[in-house]
Nanobody, 121 residues
């Protein structure tokens, strides 16, 4: 299984950005894809997850601002980020699991390389 996250960049507070996660190699009938972020010196934070059964979940920190979606034809999972705040600055990762569900990082076996999001005026 391989994941590649891209779409990060520099955005002003209040702005929007859409991250993409290209996924390949999943053969399991069930899987979940999640987005995490990490700031240097801090623990990795789970943001949102989406399963092959169309369940979605959001962390309170991003609920109402971030939206996870998937395009199965393109094998891509998106994270639409709106109303971005300075504290959203981090490296964002996508991850996959075929055996779990939720926002605990130890549930995920496969990780993308991360993409930097910087929110700054």
């Amino acid at each position: 299984v391989q994941l590649q996250a891209f779409g990060g960049g520099l955005v002003q507070p209040g702005g929007s950005l859409r991250l993409s996660c290209a996924v390949s190699g999943i053969t399991s009938g069930y899987y979940a894809i999640a987005w995490f972020r990490q700031v240097p010196g801090k623990e990795r934070e789970g943001l949102s997850c989406n399963s092959s059964t169309d369940d979605t979940f959001y962390a309170d920190s991003v609920k109402g601002r971030f939206t996870i979606s998937s395009d199965n034809a393109k094998n891509t999972v998106y994270l639409q980020m709106d109303s971005l705040k300075l504290e959203d600055t981090a490296v964002y990762y996508c991850a996959a699991t075929s055996t779990g569900w939720g926002l605990l990082d130890f549930l995920y076996d496969y990780w993308g390389q991360g993409t930097q999001v910087t929110v700054s005026s």
